[in-house]
C-alpha cells in the first residue's frame, strides 16, 4: 500500500499471486520490450485515440419529469406570490400530503423533542462531521481578507466583504433524507456571519425526518420549517404572512426545485443549478480496478441518471473495473437506481496516456473527480474544471459527500468550467469603497473624470468633474459660469 492508497503492484510476481497473466494481450515479443515500455504496463500504444470499452446508449433514457415543470413553477410561484400562505398549504398538501394544525415552523419545544427521539450516535456523528465543515469554511473565509489601499496621496480605495442578511437554505428530502446539507449550506452561511437562516426541508413519506431536523438546529438554523419543494423555495423567496422573505437560497433539490430558483433568481440570488449527481475517475495502470468499480457505484446510487465515467491508460484496469461493477450490483440495496444509471450513463474510456486523460476530464467537467494514479496531486496543476478533486485512493467522494469537511454543493452539467462550488464566498457580498482626502487629488481626478466621460459623451457625468476640478484647481467652465446661483 503507498501513501496514496491500495494499488496494485507492479512486478510479475505480485500479478501472477492474484490469478492473471502480469502482461495483457497488447504484450509484445521480450526484444521489443524496452522500446515499447506501454505495452509491458498494459497502456494504450501511441496509435491508439480514445477507444470506448463500454459507452452509453446512442439515445438514453429520460428520467425527468413527464410534466411541463416551466409552468407548474411557475403556477405555484405566482400563486404563492398572490395568496401567501394559503397558496402554501395547498401545495403542501397536495404535493406531500402534509398540512400540520400547528403549521409549517417547527418551535424550538418541537425541535428539542425531535431530537430527544435520535439516536445518540447519530448526534455524535453529525457534531463531528460539522466540525470538520465549520473548520474548512472558517479557513475559508480567514482567507477573505478586507483591505484598503492609498492609490496616490489622499485616494483611499477599499473593499469589504459583507455578510448577506438573510438566507434560505433547502434541505432536500425525497429519495434520501440528505442531512448532510444541513452542514452544507446552513453551517457555511453562518461561519460567513449571515445573521438570519431560515431552513425548509420537506416530511418524509408524510413524517418527519428527524435526522434531518437535529443537523439543521445543530448547524444553527435561526428557523426551522417542516416545508418542501416548489412551495418551500417560492416561500422563502417571496415571503408569506409567516415566512420572512430572504435574500438568496442555497441548496440542491429535483428538477421541480431547481426550476423554482431559477424562474426566482434575479428577485434573490441563488447558489447553483442543480443537476443529477456526477462522478468521473482518472485512473492509470496501477489503480485498483475493484475500487474503481465499488466508488463508481457509490454515485451512481444517487438516482437514475448518475453519469459515472471512468478515463484510464489501461485497457486491463478499464475491463476488469466494468466486470466488477457486474458482479457487484446484484448484492447492492440501491441496485435499481444504481444499475440503471451505470446501463444508462455509465462510460469506460481508454486513452493514450494520462495527459490524455486529464485533458479529457476537463472536457466532462464533472461534479466529482476522483484521481486514482500513481501521482495524484499531478491533478491539481493538470486540470482546470471540475466541482471538486479526490486525490488519491485514500480519498474517496462518498468522504465529501458525507463528513470530510469540502462543500458537497457542487457545479453539475459542465458549469465548473464557470463556477466552483456552494463555499462561505458565497455568502458574502464583497463591496468596495473610496475615499478622497486630498483636495488636490480630488481636483485632478475632476478632471480625468471630465475628459473621460466626455469621449464617451457622457456630459452629466463630465459635469461632476468639473465641479470638483473648479471648486479645488480654481478651473473655469463656461457651464458653470452660466448656471451657479449668484
Known amino acids: ?19 492473471r497473466a502480469p502482461y495483457t494481450s497488447l504484450q509484445a515479443p521480450q526484444g521489443l520490450l524496452p522500446r515499447q515500455p506501454w505495452l509491458a504496463r498494459g497502456l494504450a500504444t501511441p496509435s491508439d485515440f480514445p477507444k470506448y470499452l463500454k459507452s452509453k446508449p446512442a439515445v438514453t433514457p429520460d428520467f425527468g419529469p413527464k410534466a411541463d415543470v416551466p409552468s407548474i413553477v411557475k403556477g405555484v410561484i405566482d400563486d404563492i406570490r398572490q395568496n401567501g400562505d394559503a397558496a402554501v398549504k395547498k401545495y403542501s398538501q397536495q404535493f406531500d400530503k402534509w398540512d400540520p394544525k400547528a403549521g409549517f415552523k417547527l418551535s424550538r419545544e418541537k425541535v428539542d423533542r425531535i431530537i430527544s427521539q435520535v439516536d445518540p450516535q447519530i448526534i455524535s456523528d453529525i457534531k463531528e462531521v460539522q466540525a470538520n465543515v465549520r473548520k474548512f469554511a472558517q479557513a475559508q473565509k480567514d482567507h477573505l481578507q478586507d483591505f484598503e489601499i492609498e492609490m496616490s496621496p489622499g485616494v ?37 456571519g ?12 408524510g413524517q418527519i425526518p428527524a435526522n434531518t431536523v437535529a443537523a439543521m438546529h445543530l448547524a444553527g438554523a435561526d428557523h426551522i420549517y417542516l416545508l418542501g419543494g416548489v412551495q418551500a423555495v417560492a416561500a422563502m423567496a417571496l415571503g408569506t404572512e409567516t415566512i420572512d422573505v430572504c435574500d438568496y437560497i442555497a441548496g440542491p433539490g429535483n428538477a421541480f426545485v431547481a426550476e423554482a430558483k431559477k424562474q426566482l433568481f434575479g428577485n434573490i440570488g441563488i447558489d447553483l443549478l442543480a443537476g443529477p449527481t456526477e462522478v468521473l475517475i482518472v485512473a492509470d495502470e496501477k489503480a485498483d480496478p475493484y475500487m474503481c468499480a465499488v466508488d463508481l457505484l457509490s454515485q451512481a446510487e444517487h438516482g437514475p441518471d448518475t453519469p459515472a465515467v471512468l478515463i484510464t491508460n489501461s485497457e486491463q484496469v478499464g475491463r476488469e473495473t466494468i466486470q466488477h461493477i457486474e458482479n457487484l450490483l446484484p448484492d447492492l440495496s440501491t441496485r435499481e437506481l444504481a444499475g440503471t444509471s451505470w446501463k444508462n450513463f455509465g462510460e469506460v474510456i481508454l486513452v493514450r496516456d494520462l495527459p490524455s486523460a486529464y485533458a479529457l476530464a476537463d472536457q466532462y467537467a464533472s461534479e466529482h473527480v476522483q484521481i486514482l494514479t500513481e501521482n495524484p496531486r499531478e491533478a491539481l496543476t493538470a486540470m482546470k474544471s471540475y466541482g471538486s478533486l479526490f486525490l488519491g485512493a485514500n480519498t474517496c467522494v462518498s468522504y465529501g459527500d458525507k463528513c470530510i469537511g469540502t462543500n458537497h454543493v457542487l457545479p453539475t452539467r459542465k458549469a465548473a468550467k464557470y463556477t466552483g462550488g456552494l463555499w462561505v464566498g458565497k455568502y458574502l457580498k464583497t463591496c468596495t469603497y473610496q475615499e478622497v482626502t486630498d483636495d488636490q487629488a480630488s481636483g485632478r481626478l475632476g478632471e480625468l473624470c471630465a475628459r473621460s466621460a466626455r469621449a464617451e459623451n457622457f456630459e452629466g457625468h463630465a459635469r461632476s468633474g468639473d465641479l470638483r476640478a473648479h471648486m479645488l484647481l480654481g478651473r473655469k467652465y463656461d457651464w458653470i459660469e452660466e448656471s451657479k446661483p449668484s
Open 1 to 19: 500500500m503507498s501513501s496514496h492508497g491500495a494499488y496494485r503492484l507492479s512486478s510479475r510476481a505480485a500479478l501472477m499471486s492474484r490469478g
Open 156 to 192: 483611499h480605495l477599499g473593499q469589504k466583504n459583507i455578510p448577506i442578511a438573510s438566507v434560505g437554505a433547502y434541505i432536500p428530502g425525497g429519495r434520501y433524507p440528505l442531512l448532510a446539507s444541513a452542514h452544507m449550506t446552513i453551517l457555511t452561511a453562518k461561519v460567513a
Open 194 to 205: 449571515v445573521p438570519n437562516v431560515v431552513a425548509c426541508t420537506p416530511p418524509i413519506a
